[in-house]
């Protein structure tokens, strides 16, 4: 009987978001809510769907920018993008050190608050050669902040009084995962939005100096360096909409659907997000990446509001 009313509550909730009637932090939540009171009918594939329903979603997005204005938004936050990412991973070197946390974890959390959450985690484990706990382990912390700020960044957003850009530009640099990027963002305003999936996914290839990093520090060579190929294909979508080869109707429409398509990912993002795995994790991972990711959010801040 439980089993089946959690299957009920689970489709259910993906039919409304589909529609449109559910918000991101509503959608992480009702996840979260899900696995509090059932036991996941389909763990297996949620976690396999939400990297492909991203992309997805990531990709149509593209369908509602523009080329010009994307290749300037890119190249205005390089500098904010450098700066970060610079910071947050020598900071995590040295926390890391200092906490005596084990290094490949350490390393792992590193990459997924400075660069990209979970794509980074999953890019640079098999550099390092990070085994099944250690990496379930930085997931699960990155995932656990990732559904704080998706919650708490829209408020402190309006609290400092940000404008859609500032705060666009703030999400990408300071929430770890591209899927609570673009929830939040998503929440703030359309401006918003654009802004950070732009960044967010600039900030994505920084995966590849980080992989070679990677190498250096952990001293294995021959290593294959993934490139995120989606990115690319989101190219591509912003090259058809600026070139008006799709009609209006048609590309609002894919934007739509892809928006839609964002809030059942971060319904699976809840509904993978585990407290006993956050218990089994211990303190020390939990005050290094907090550490960390309050770190970014400040210096980011504060750059934004001093240079934009």
């Not at 010009?68 to 450098?82: A, M, W």
């Not at 404008?163 to 609570?180: E, K, M, P, R, Y």
């Not at 190219?235 to 398509?261: G, Y």
Request: hydrophobic letters at 55%.
């Amino acid at each position: 009987m439980k089993t089946q009313l959690s299957k009920i509550y689970f489709f259910t909730v993906i039919a409304l978001a589909l529609a449109g009637f559910i918000s991101s932090p509503i959608a992480l939540g009702l996840g979260f809510v899900f696995t509090l009171f059932f036991k996941h009918p389909f763990l297996e594939k949620s976690q396999k769907s939400i990297h492909f329903l991203l992309k997805i979603a990531v990709v149509g997005l593209g369908f509602g920018m523009a080329l010009i204005e994307t290749i300037k938004t890119s190249v205005s936050s390089f500098g904010l993008t450098f700066f970060c990412i610079f910071f947050t991973v020598s900071l995590g070197l040295i926390l890391s050190r200092y906490l005596k946390l084990d290094k490949s974890l350490g390393h792992l959390i590193t990459s997924g608050t400075s660069i990209c959450g979970g794509s980074a985690i999953a890019a640079i484990s098999p550099i390092i050669k990070a085994d099944t706990k250690t990496i379930s382990m930085a997931l699960g912390v990155v995932f656990f902040l990732n559904a704080i700020a998706l919650i708490v960044f829209p408020t402190l957003g309006h609290i400092f009084g940000l404008n859609q850009h500032q705060f666009g530009l703030w999400c990408a640099v300071a929430i770890h995962d591209t899927s609570s990027v673009v929830g939040a963002a998503l929440t703030y305003g359309e401006e918003a939005l654009k802004i950070a999936t732009t960044v967010k996914l600039s900030r994505t290839l920084w995966i590849i100096p980080m992989s070679i990093l990677s190498m250096f520090l952990f001293k294995n060579s021959g290593q294959k360096i993934k490139f995120p190929l989606f990115i690319l294909l989101f190219l591509v979508a912003i090259l058809i909409n600026s070139s008006d080869i799709l009609p209006t109707a048609i590309t609002t429409t894919i934007v739509t659907i892809s928006k839609h398509l964002l809030v059942v990912t971060l319904f699976l993002v809840g509904t993978t997000i585990s407290i006993s795995d956050l218990k089994t994790t211990g303190w020390k991972p939990m005050i290094f990446a907090s550490t960390l990711w309050i770190f970014v959010s400040t210096i980011s801040l504060c750059y934004i509001l001093y240079f934009f």
